[in-house]
Structures are given as C-alpha cells and as structure tokens.
C-alpha cells in the first residue's frame, strides 16, 4: 500500500529541485520519513496525506541545503583580527601566531559551534571543513546535527595540534575512528598546500586516501606568489608538481585554484579534480579572479565556499554564490557568465558531487537524505517574485531563511535554532574575545 502518513508534510510555493536546471514546481508538498525525503506531489494531489508536524509555507521556496565546500569553521573566534592584508602577510603576520596561541580542543569546538550556527542560520546544511583539532570539529557537527566534512589538516611544521607531518597524521586517522559509523560526520585528509607540505608528505596523503578511501582537501594555486614560488623552488607549477607527486585524481578538491592557465584547465578537467571556489576571501585577500565560466566549458565540478570567517568575513552562502555569478561576469566582461541558475546548482548539486554524496544531497528528490531549506519570499525586499531562482541568487539574503532540516531533523524553525543555543554562542564568542584582546 502507497504510504500517506509521514513525520513531517511541507507544504510549500515554490519547489527548486535542482534536479534540471531552472526547474521549479509550483505549490508541491514535499513529505519527510526518517532521514529522506519520501515523496514529493502537487498539493491538491497530497490533500489526503497526513503528518505528525504539518508546515504550510504559503509564500516560501524549497531547495536543497547550501554545500559549504571549503570552510575552516573554527575561525569565526578570529573574525576581523586582521583585516585588507595579502595572504602570505595575512597568514605569516597575523593568523598563525593567533593560532599558535590560541587554537586548543576547546577553542576548535567552540569557534566552530559558533560557525556552524551562522551557516544554519544562513541555509548552509553541509559543510566541507579543514582545521586542526578533529574531532573538536566533529563534536560540533554532531551538536549542531550538520552534515560535517571534517578535514584532516596536515602540515610540515608544529602546532598546537601536532609536532610533524607523521604526527598530523596519525592523530585524523586515530581520531576518525570513532566517527565511522556516523551518518553526518565524514573525514577528509587535508593537506594544507602546496607550499605547507614536502613531496614525501604528498605522497603519504595519496597512500592513506587511497588505503581509505578519503577524499583530499587542500589550497591550491591560491595566489600568483604561490605560483611563482614554486617555479623557483621545483623547478614547476604546483598542479605540475602535485601531478608528478600523484596527488591528482576525483578524490581531490582543490581550494581557490585562482591561477590556472588553458592548459592546467584542460588537466583539472580531464584528472575529474573538483574545484572550490571561494570568490569573497579571494577578493579580500587580493588574490585574483578565479577563471569559473572556463572551468565550467570545461566540464569540471566547481562547488562554492566560504573560507573561514577571518578571511571572508561572514560564513553566508547567499552572499558568496551572488559573488560567484557577479564576479565571473566582471571577469570576463561578459554578463552571461555563470547565470543565476547554474550558480544556484554550484552552490548545491556541485558541491555535493565534489563530496562524492550527489545520490545523497544536493536537490530534492524522493530517496535523497533531507537536506532542504526554506526561503520567504514574501518581504517587500523580494517582491515582486517574478523568478525564485534570480531572487536567491540576486535579492534574497541570508536572513530570509526561515527553516532548516538536515538528514530529515527540522534544525531551525522559523529562524530559531533546535539544535544549538545561540545565547549561550553569543556569551562563549565574547568570552574568547576577551581572552584574545588580552
Ligand atoms: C590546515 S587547515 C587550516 C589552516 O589554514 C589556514 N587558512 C585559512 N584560510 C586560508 C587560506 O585562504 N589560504 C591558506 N591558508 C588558510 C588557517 O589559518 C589554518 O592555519
Ligand atoms: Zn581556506
């Protein structure tokens, strides 16, 4: 027998699937069991459908959860501590002896309950991290009931974290294991970059993940000194050293990748590398216009991300995938560049392809996991609605999402949060405030 009781029925205007491009159906009524979306039907066809929680959004989009693909969530306690710097100065100068002084487990958990709250709040549901601390991050998602990608970080040189390359490892493969059975968290090995991490170390990154299964997660040609440093100091780009090291493949998701000329463009699409791209700390940091509507001709998978809230400085999807489509028509001087509807899909779909969980996540349709987000569009800033789609990406902001569910748990009702206590988040960020000042 057909079912036609559910946990939770919503009924709603506007459906965004993102399963085609633009597809939008009008007054559907999207049923959730468990953790997936178990049918989706037009209202008047859903009529004799009943649900514990019944939610009727009269004048509200449904649309798949934002993938944050590259995010260092934790650093929201760094938030405008040192901003309008180039990275290198930025990073050398400021954040690193932050970091040496301040990033402990609880710093991590904190810093990135208090991110991961923004990113609820801002329509985010899956979030693509790299920071150390493991599982501070993880015990975040896991309070904040996010779909967590927790990113391994690996360098050369000794933290708080850990003392070695060898050490950075075997803490993330030590501190993964207790996370493997969990639906929302997922590991990542991520190597900081190219000029954070020696050949050896590259090649121990590409054994595990392989060994694994892990996906790679690392800032890639970020910057034109980056670049022409490693012509200097190997003798080849970092995509030609990285490729020679093996590092190259579907498993890696390359940060920025601002600096690619045609024929890198052509590798990065033939090798299936998925790229994140984060138009607003590129901005900021000055370090270029990443060339996206080539990369798309190309067919390569570029996600959108945030970065970490000390370089962008807000963790909002809404602002960045309206980045991404102005940008790259400021790029090219061409407006047609990344339209409103393939930004949206960046912003979705992609980011979840990238991640290896597109039968997972990323559009809405019977049998994926409910990672969905609803969006009013009955203030007077959105009206009138003549297009949902254009209005995401041009109009609406972060503070028009009303609702939230992640893997079929409602983590935000009409904007006030289930899972997290966003008092108490307010209280601890000042707390570390005081604590950083001093
Ligand atoms: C090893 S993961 C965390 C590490 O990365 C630093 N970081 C943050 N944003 C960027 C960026 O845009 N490029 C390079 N490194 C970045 C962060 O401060 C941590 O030290
Ligand atoms: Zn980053």
């Not at 970080?153 to 950075?168: C, G, K, M, V, W």
């Not at 075997?170 to 929302?184: G, I, K, Q, S, V």
């Not at 995509?239 to 998701?253: E, H, S, T």
């Not at 979840?352 to 800033?381: C, N, Q, T």
Request: some cysteine; glycine content about 6%.
């Amino acid at each position: 027998m057909t079912q036609t009781h559910f946990q939770t029925l919503i009924h709603a205007r506007w459906l965004i699937t993102i399963e085609q491009d633009g597809e939008i159906l009008h007054h559907h009524t999207l049923a959730i069991e468990n953790d997936s979306i178990a049918a989706i039907a037009p209202t008047a066809d859903a009529a004799h459908w009943t649900a514990d929680e019944v939610i009727t959004l009269d004048e509200h989009a449904l649309m798949p959860g934002f993938v944050n693909l590259h995010g260092h969530s934790a650093m929201t306690l760094l938030r405008g501590y040192a901003d309008d710097l180039a990275l290198m100065d930025w990073l050398q100068n400021h954040i690193w002896p932050a970091e040496g002084k301040h990033v402990s487990h609880d710093f991590v958990r904190d810093g990135s309950m208090i991110g991961m709250a923004e990113m609820i709040r801002s329509g985010t549901t899956t979030i693509n991290d790299m920071y150390f601390y493991h599982s501070a991050v993880a015990e975040a998602g896991q309070k904040a009931a996010m779909r967590t990608f927790v990113g391994a970080s690996i360098l050369e040189f000794p933290t708080n974290y850990a003392q070695n390359s060898d050490e950075y490892i075997r803490r993330a493969m030590t501190e993964r294991e207790a996370y493997l059975n969990d639906p929302l968290i997922t590991f990542t090995l991520a190597p900081h970059a190219p000029y954070t991490v020696s050949d050896d170390t590259f090649r121990k990154v590409i054994a595990t993940s392989e060994k694994h299964n892990m996906l790679v997660h690392c800032h890639i040609h970020e910057t034109a000194d980056e670049v022409n440093n490693s012509v200097k100091e190997h003798g080849k780009r970092p995509l030609a050293r990285l490729n020679d090291l093996g590092v190259l493949n579907d498993k890696l998701i390359g940060a920025h990748m601002v600096h690619l000329n045609d024929e890198e463009i052509v590798l990065v699409a033939r090798l299936n590398i998925a790229i994140a791209h984060n138009p607003s700390s590129n901005m900021k940091l000055a370090s270029g216009i990443a060339p996206i509507q080539k990369l798309l001709d190309a067919g390569v998978t570029v996600g959108i991300g945030t970065d970490g809230a000390a370089s962008n400085n807000k963790l909002d999807m809404f602002a960045e995938t309206r980045s991404a489509a102005l940008l790259a028509k400021v790029g090219t001087l061409n407006p047609t560049a990344v339209p409103a509807a393939t930004a949206l899909r960046m912003a979705t779909l992609e980011g979840a392809k990238a991640l290896h969980i597109a039968d997972k996540v990323g559009s809405l349709k019977v049998g994926k996991r409910a990672d969905l987000i609803a969006i009013d569009m009955g203030s007077l800033e959105t009206a009138p609605a003549f297009d949902v789609i254009s209005h995401i990406i041009y109009t609406a902001g972060r503070e028009h999402v009303t609702h939230s569910w992640i893997n079929g748990r409602c983590v935000m009702r009409a904007r006030t949060l289930t899972t997290l206590d966003e008092s108490a988040l307010k209280i601890t960020a000042s707390e570390w405030r005081e604590r950083i000042q001093k």
